[in-house]
Structure formats: C-alpha cells, structure tokens
C-alpha cells in the first residue's frame, strides 16, 4: 500500500509540474504576441487617422481626392464609418508604450517615441575639410 501512495503522490507532483512548466511557456508566447498586437492597434489606429485626415482634405485638395480615389477611402469609410468618426470614443492607449498625446484640433496620428527624429547623444559634430 505504501509503494501504491508512493508511486500515485510522484506521479501527482510529476503531471503539476508538467503543468506549471506548459502554462510558462504559454505565458511566454503570449507575452511575445502581446507586444506585436500593442503594435498592430497603434498602426491601426494611425492609419484611420490619417485617413480621415485626408477624406477630411479631399474637397479642398486635388492630391488628396487623387488618394481617396485610389484608395478607395469613402467605400472604406460607407463600410466602417465609426472608425473614421472623429468624435468616436478611442479606446485607451495601452500603459506599456508610451505614446506622445496627439493635438485635438488636426487630429494627428500619436507619435510613437522610436519615430521621433532626433539625433543621438553625444555624436561628434562634423568638421570642416
């Protein structure tokens, strides 16, 4: 009976291990989708942004109608009008990338802070030859 108890307690701590060790390595692939899914929702919304920018610009400007037209942005816009709304809720901005606030009044896509154009620190300037 003992050898019984023995043998059905390791195989009861061996399958918990077993366990614990797939449930890490779940939670390491979804940690490195999670990223990538912070990622798609920022370009995402960018580019509606930028579209309702630009169909905001078409009546005004023959460049910006030219974009419309070929990029059939008013069929988008008929297809999914509450993402092009300008005065839609926006869902939150995730805490772990930070983000620029973008200016209400043009209505500006966030700057993500690696796009930003700004020299590196500490670079030798450049001399005269």
């Keep these: 009976m ?3 108890f023995l043998g059905a307690g390791t195989l ?3 399958q918990v291990m077993a366990m614990e060790d797939r449930l890490d390595e ?5 940690d490195q989708i999670d990223s990538k899914v912070k990622r798609a929702q920022y370009e995402k919304n960018k580019f ?3 579209a309702s ?4 610009l078409a009546p005004k400007d023959t460049n910006a109608d030219k974009i419309v037209h070929d990029f059939k942005l008013r ?3 008929a297809a999914q009008p509450t993402l092009f709304n300008l005065n839609a809720p926006t869902t939150p901005l995730p805490t772990s990338i930070p983000l620029v606030p973008s200016s209400v009044e043009t209505n500006a ?3 993500h802070p690696s ?3 700004t020299p590196p620190i500490n670079t030798p300037s450049p001399t005269a030859k």
């Design 75 to 77: 069929e988008m816009q």
């Design 109 to 111: 896509a966030p700057v």
């Design 2 to 4: 003992l050898i019984f």
């Design 115 to 117: 796009m930003i154009n």
């Design 48 to 50: 509606y942004s930028l």
């Design 53 to 56: 920018d630009i169909l905001r």
């Design 26 to 30: 779940v939670t390491r692939a979804v």
């Design 12 to 14: 009861a701590i061996y």
